[in-house]
């Protein structure tokens, strides 16, 4: 995408690294471009990059068993989205955050996850309305 700064575009490439990786089940090789679009996308003040990125570091920690750190990143993570008001973040690490407790066989806790990012007003992403739809489901 032309309109988007060069950082941007690399952040946009090491995402879909990652979530190659992921789909290879290649978690430990996954971490590294998402954490490093992560801080990219930070530096960029692009929202909607950082809660991709976050969902596939969460993601490649949760795949890799570490649930621990999984949580807590998605849940910091989560707290900062609430204090900035941007819904779409909040969403994502909702879902995170009921990937994780699937993980862990906490079903209780996976469903009240996606059913609280179902909750959240305006997120206007329609895949990220399908994937909160699809973890209620599940």
Do not use: Y
Not at 113 to 132: K, W, Y
């Amino acid at each position: 995408d032309s309109s988007l700064s060069e950082k941007q575009r690399k952040a946009a490439l090491l995402i879909s690294v990652a979530e190659d990786h992921l789909s290879n089940e290649d978690a430990a090789e996954a971490l590294k471009p998402a954490q490093e679009a992560l801080v990219l996308f930070r530096e960029e003040g692009n929202a909607v990059g950082v809660a991709d990125a976050l969902r596939l570091a969460v993601s490649a920690r949760r795949a890799q068993g570490d649930f621990t750190a999984a949580k807590t990143e998605a849940s910091d993570e989560l707290k900062r989205f609430r204090e900035s008001g941007e819904t779409r973040g909040q969403a994502a690490m909702l879902l995170c955050l009921s990937d994780v407790a699937l993980a862990q066989g906490r079903f209780a806790d996976a469903l009240q996850s996606a059913l609280d990012a179902q909750a959240i007003p305006n997120v206007g992403d329609a895949r990220m309305e399908a994937a909160t739809s699809l973890a209620i489901a599940w």
